[in-house]
């Protein structure tokens, strides 16, 4: 039986000084050692791979050295830089379904 959202509410906000966001699992790159080759081995290998298709905005899956998906994925901020709300949507067992960042507000309008 499908269990279906009942609540969502803000759980905190994310900084962005980079204008990216990195959803992914912490623990395969903060300590790893090598680092993954999707990531490179520093801030400028990593804008660089970011920077290999020339996609903007930034919407890239990386994968794991054994070439399958899921070591994370990197997206461009709405607007770049600054402070954006994150909210959790949670089924009716009380667990978190999904999480949202909002980088653009349904109210806000860009600036010609």
């Known amino acids: 039986m499908k269990t279906k959202t009942t ?3 803000q759980i905190g906000e994310i900084g962005v000084d980079a204008g990216l ?3 992914g ?3 395969y790159i903060l ?9 490179g081995q520093d801030w400028g290998a990593f804008c660089d791979i970011l ?12 994968n794991y050295d054994l070439g399958h998906p899921g070591l994370g ?3 461009s901020t ?12 949670f089924n009716d067992e009380g667990r978190v379904a999904r999480i949202c960042v909002e980088f653009i507000a349904d109210d806000e309008t860009e600036e010609a």
């Open 7 to 9: 609540s969502r509410k």
């Open 21 to 23: 966001c990195w959803i």
């Open 25 to 27: 699992d912490p623990c």
């Open 31 to 39: 300590h790893a050692t090598p680092k993954p080759k999707a990531i």
């Open 51 to 62: 920077h290999d298709d020339d996609q903007y905005p930034t919407c890239k899956q990386l």
């Open 73 to 75: 994925v990197v997206v």
């Open 78 to 89: 709405g607007y770049g830089d600054g402070v954006y709300p994150v909210f959790a949507e």
